[in-house]
């Protein structure tokens, strides 16, 4: 790189972390960007632009940095327009370069066409990013670092971890997932390709051409990573699988809890367990039947009349009252009706069962639960909440059963409109059906092989508690509501990049935490790629859409 690369010049008054700089003003300069420093002995140092200020006061030789460089040609180029930035960049890596030092050049990174062929001055800049994770599979690219044309890496063993998608309606979320599925469909590590298992809860159908367009597929599917994409519907309809609960993978007392939160969210606690323990003690009475057949039209009479039975027969040896007993029946109905709405519940045919997630494990799938008006017509969101429930516990149950037995999974469950299923007080929605068991999902999880993401356009309305459990986030455009909230769990966003986050365009993001391999919040540019593309996320065009 020769010196007419250089957009900047380094001024003298910087602090030991920060270098003030002039900067071209045709260099339309991003907060969050990468710049390089070259100090004179040619050694390069790594810098982030933390604000900027626009000058157009004619910069005098009086200025003794000024002085000392007027016979140089960056200064020229710097203030050839008349206008100029003054920036502060804030320093990452100093390499043993003595990035302070006035008169040091800025340059931008180098434009890299294919990163898979870097010649050395390429390879040098990129190894001031990311030493030696270049070459480490563990990293997967993804998007580019704002202003150049370099993927960000992420580390992929920080997914366990769990991970935040949040941004206002239409920044981009969907889209962003999209494309995450599309890079943790195409891991490489030792010639060949592997994809980490994934089930999404798809609230509007965004990603469910992925399983049912051939060309979404085959283009997913490129490297032949994955062996089962699969749409899970609740209504017949063609190219997806009637998605089916599976009772008696559960204890009396897992059921029993469904049962009652589903029905008495908010009821007291002393209450709802004695509920919780008749239907526990009918159940395990019953625990020679088949549990699915209990919950259908055959077998419900039989599980009402056993409650009955052991009140009725038992109540002063027991002390259940006959109010536990009415509002065990209420819950009971509950249950019983929104399971029946979407044949939920079946005494014969397929599942989702423990079967159905070694599967996923075992051909890398990528599941994808259709709660679309399509695919879900009319449900609501208790019904949603009973399936994500189901889809959470019998996760949990599987991954710990693995764990036990020194079976390794991972299994990465990706959970869209996330505040519908672990609301914070803020959010008007009861959710005690899952809150509880994706909270353990996340405490636990890391070391079973779970992977949380959770998808909103509100970090605010959700649980703080669960919240604090995500070790990654990506940020699109978010409310300015959320920026303090979102500054105070993430830590480490400075002010101004901070502030970028309420302006921020379609498409752009800032990536911080665990699976963000620079360890620095880092702003990233997500392109469009045609075979990514959904007409679903879109609002189309209105004049297109009333002339036909
Ligand atoms: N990286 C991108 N570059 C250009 N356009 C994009 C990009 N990502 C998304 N868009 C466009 O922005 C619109 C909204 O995108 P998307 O559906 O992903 O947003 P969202 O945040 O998921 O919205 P919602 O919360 O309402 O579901 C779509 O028209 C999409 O095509």
Redesign the pocket.
């Known amino acids: 790189m020769s010196n007419a690369d250089a957009i900047g010049i380094v001024l003298e008054g910087g602090t030991p972390n920060v270098v003030k700089a002039l900067i071209k003003a045709d260099h339309e300069v991003k907060i969050g960007e990468f710049l390089i420093i070259r100090d004179r002995e040619g050694r390069t140092g790594l810098v982030q632009v933390e604000h900027y200020e626009y000058g157009n006061d004619f910069y005098t030789e009086s200025l003794g940095i000024v002085k000392s460089l007027i016979d140089s040609e960056v200064l020229a180029t710097v203030l050839d327009k008349g206008t100029y930035l003054t920036v502060w960049l804030r320093v990452i890596k100093e390499n043993n370069a003595k990035v302070q030092m006035p008169g040091n050049l800025v340059l931008k990174f180098p434009e890299i066409k294919d990163i898979n062929k870097l010649d050395q001055t390429q390879r040098k800049f990129l190894e001031l990013l990311y030493e030696e994770k270049l070459e480490d599979p563990r990293y997967v690219k993804y998007g580019r670092i704002i202003n150049t044309n370099i993927p960000l890496l992420l580390r992929i063993n920080a997914l366990p971890m769990h991970m935040g998608i949040f941004?206002?309606?239409?920044?981009?979320?969907?889209?962003?997932m999209r494309y995450l599925i599309d890079v943790f469909s195409n891991i490489e590590y030792d010639g060949k390709h592997y994809a980490i298992p994934m089930i999404i809860i798809d609230a509007?159908g965004?990603y469910i051409d992925l399983a049912t367009l051939s060309m979404k597929r085959e283009y997913i599917n490129r490297n032949g990573s994955r062996q089962m994409i699969t749409r899970y519907a609740f209504t017949d309809i063609p190219n997806a699988q009637r998605f089916r609960l599976d009772m008696n993978l559960f204890t009396p007392s897992d059921i029993a809890y469904m049962v009652v939160t589903a029905k008495y969210r908010d009821t007291d606690v002393s209450q709802a367990s004695l509920q919780m323990n008749l239907l526990e003690m009918a159940l395990n009475e019953l625990r020679d039947e088949d549990y699915n057949t209990l919950f259908t039209e055959d077998g419900f009479s039989e599980l009402q009349q056993k409650v009955n039975e052991i009140v009725d027969e038992r109540k002063d040896e027991l002390g259940f009252t006959k109010n536990t007993q009415r509002a065990l029946q209420s819950a009971l109905q509950t249950f019983r009706s929104k399971v029946k709405e979407y044949d939920l519940i079946s005494s014969d045919g397929e599942t989702f069962s423990y079967d159905t997630l070694d599967e996923i494990f075992f051909k890398h799938g990528l599941v994808i639960i259709d709660f679309s008006a399509d695919g879900a017509p009319g449900m609501d969101l208790l019904t949603k909440q009973i399936v994500v429930g189901y889809i959470a516990r019998l996760m949990l149950n599987y991954l710990v059963k693995k764990k036990m037995n020194n079976e390794r999974r991972i299994l990465s469950l990706v959970i869209e409109e996330a505040q519908n299923y672990i609301p914070s007080e803020n959010y008007p929605v009861n959710a005690r059906l899952t809150k509880d068991v994706l909270a353990t999902l996340a405490t636990q999880g890391r070391k079973f092989g779970a992977s949380l993401i959770l998808i909103s356009?509100r970090p605010a309305f959700v649980d703080k508690v669960v919240l604090s459990m995500l070790n990654s986030f990506i940020f699109?455009r978010v409310y300015h509501e959320d920026v303090k909230y979102i500054q105070s769990v993430t830590g480490g966003i400075s002010e101004y990049l901070a502030k970028e986050l309420i302006s921020l365009p379609?498409?752009q993001a800032i990536v911080t935490g665990l699976i963000n391999s620079l360890e620095i919040p880092v702003r990233v540019q997500?392109?469009?790629k045609p075979e990514l593309?959904s007409d679903i996320?879109?609002?189309g065009d209105i004049l297109e859409i009333l002339s036909g």
């Open positions: 941004g206002e309606t239409g920044s981009g979320k969907s889209y962003n509007n965004d356009q699109h379609r498409g997500i392109d469009k593309e996320g879109s609002e």
